[in-house]
């Protein structure tokens, strides 16, 4: 599904402050997989979320998804960014929000609203479609940008840092939310956070990566019993044991550097 | 829990807005009587001078009402110089108006949306608005000649820098996340400009659109004020000043005053409804 092999990044090669984000970074995710990649903050993982999304073009190394080279956005990827207040339209609605992306996949308008209300509906936000962004809380504005990737149907979900700006009770929502969907759409989910607990909760895998410049130190598969719960999933032994692990790795990494 | 939390959150937003409704009244009431007592103090102190420069406040409306107001049903109670004078000067208005504010925003969102362009023409552009339009009047008058050609050209020019130089900079600042937004949904160069670009453009091109207003009103009396003109709102007020009629001319000057104050409403409404969104937004954020 997705590829990456020696994968680097430097902003503002050559000059003597250059900043190399990204060093020697491979990892590969299976189609279906929901991986998490955690690392210190600033560690270039925007950097690699961007560079998959064709939002910028690394300075070495390649990226492919579903086989092909990424040179510009790929056909079927969304993203949900971290700042939904940036990356939704405060001057449409909802429904006109999620729907808008929808204009270049041949569906009318009657197959664009109904697409953009089973999406609204699918993260717990049906008879919102009227309102406009800023009648909504934070979480909620959250819901509707992932409900826009979700009616999009891409085959690959970027997700950056998409729980950062919430509050705690709303975050572990939002986090059982992804989890549901993802049930029910089959699709890659690519969700970067700087949250071990949150990385272990989600995820199938958790890759973390090393402070910048950044490449993977640790790829740990996360064997939880299913379905996930936030109070039983949080306590069982496993996961302790893994989010410890997970921790170990991105808190030595950020020390020895 | 959280259903109580919003009931809350709803309850305290109801409360601020009755607040703020009852303030609101409280500031109206007293923008009238600021008014009415300041026409009471003109009123008063006009007549205690007796100055034929300056006729009283309520002599000026009696006038405006004989001159320009009194007309039969049938044409709104329009009198003949009004007919003849305000519809020309106001038609002028509308027309060097729709012509600047068009060019202005067409020539904006070009400029605006090519970095480069805006880069090598943005002094330029600040150069040829800093010129005060009135300064350029020959050379409307060299072009154009005496008439109404020259009368909108002037207009015209005055207008769409204002108009111009708000959208470019409009343009050019649409939030860098909306356009990733744009580019990872693969949205095509036309819908982007229509609903993404366009739309945050709006709120600093209505900037420049309501600078444009005031200033139309401006231009327009200037430009009637030129040999050459026959008819506006602007050739009553030199002919009545050729009559030594001082009550005609103070009535020009009211008319223009509450005009221009009538325009600026209408425009606020417009406003109101186009960017209703931009408000509303912003008033939670504060």
């Not at chain 1, 090669?13 to 900043?19: I, L, R, T, V």
């Not at chain 1, 992804?178 to 956070?193: A, C, N, Q």
């Not at chain 2, 003949?80 to 729709?98: K, N, Q, T, V, W």
Request: a positive charge; hydrophobic letters at 50%; aromatic letters at 8%.
């Amino acid at each position: 599904m997705l590829e990456i092999t020696n994968l680097s990044h430097v902003y503002g090669g050559g000059s003597p402050n250059a900043h190399h984000a990204i060093e020697g970074l491979n990892l590969s995710v299976a189609a279906g997989e929901l991986l998490c990649i955690v690392g210190p903050s600033g560690c270039g993982k925007s950097t690699l979320l961007r560079s998959i999304a064709g939002l910028i073009t690394p300075t070495g190394g390649q990226i492919k998804v579903e086989g092909d080279l990424v040179r510009q956005t790929p056909d079927n990827l969304a993203v949900v960014f971290q700042d939904y207040s940036r990356s939704l339209f405060p001057w449409m609605s909802v429904a006109d929000n999620v729907a808008l992306p929808l204009r270049r996949k041949n569906m009318d308008k009657k197959a664009r609203r109904e697409a953009a209300h089973e999406a609204l509906e699918s993260v717990g936000l049906a008879g919102a479609e009227r309102k406009y962004p800023f009648q909504l809380s934070g979480g909620m504005q959250q819901r509707v940008a992932i409900a826009r990737a979700l009616a999009y149907r891409p085959s690959l979900m970027l997700m950056d840092e998409p729980f950062g700006s919430v509050d705690a009770q709303t975050r572990e929502d939002l986090e059982d939310l992804v989890l549901k969907v993802r049930g029910h759409h089959r699709m890659t989910i690519v969700l970067i956070t700087h949250d071990i607990d949150e990385s272990v909760y989600v995820g199938d895998r958790v890759v973390v990566l090393s402070k910048a410049p950044a490449h993977v130190v640790g790829d740990l598969k996360v064997d939880l019993p299913g379905p996930r719960d936030q109070i039983t999933t949080r306590e069982h032994p496993d996961f302790v044991h893994l989010r410890a692990e997970v921790g170990r790795l991105v808190r030595g990494h950020a020390a020895a550097a | 829990m959280k259903a109580t939390a919003e009931v809350a959150t709803r309850a305290a937003i109801a409360r601020r807005d009755s607040v703020a409704r009852r303030k609101g009244v409280r500031t109206a009431a007293f923008r009238w009587l600021v008014l009415v007592v300041l026409i009471l103090v003109w009123e008063t102190v006009t007549r205690v001078l007796g100055s034929a420069f300056f006729p009283p406040p309520s002599m000026i409306v009696v006038r405006m009402y004989t001159m320009w107001f009194s007309g039969p049903p049938s044409t709104l109670f329009l009198t003949d110089p009004a007919i003849e004078h305000i519809l020309p000067s106001l038609g002028r208005m509308a027309a060097g108006f729709a012509g600047g504010a068009l060019a202005g925003v067409v020539l904006g969102l070009a400029v605006g949306l090519s970095a480069r362009a805006y880069d090598y023409l943005d002094g330029v552009l600040q150069f040829l608005r800093a010129i005060p339009p009135p300064a350029l009047i020959t050379v409307f008058l060299v072009v154009f000649g005496f008439g109404l050609k020259a009368q909108l050209a002037f207009i015209m020019f005055s207008i769409v820098w204002p108009v111009l130089l708000n959208t470019a900079d409009g343009a050019r600042s649409v939030e860098p996340l909306h356009l990733q937004t744009c580019q990872v949904f693969r949205l095509t160069r036309a819908e982007r400009l229509r609903r993404v670009i366009l739309p945050s453009t709006l709120p600093k091109m209505f900037a420049g659109l309501r600078l444009a207003v005031s200033l139309s009103l401006i231009v327009m009396v200037f430009s009637e004020l030129l040999p050459g003109t026959t008819d506006g709102i602007g050739f009553q007020l030199t002919f009545a000043k050729s009559q030594s009629d001082l009550t005609a001319m103070w009535a020009g000057i009211v008319l223009l005053g509450v005009l221009g104050y009538l325009l600026n409403e209408l425009f606020l409404v417009v406003e109101r409804r186009v960017l209703g969104w931009h408000h509303a937004a912003q008033q939670l954020t504060e």
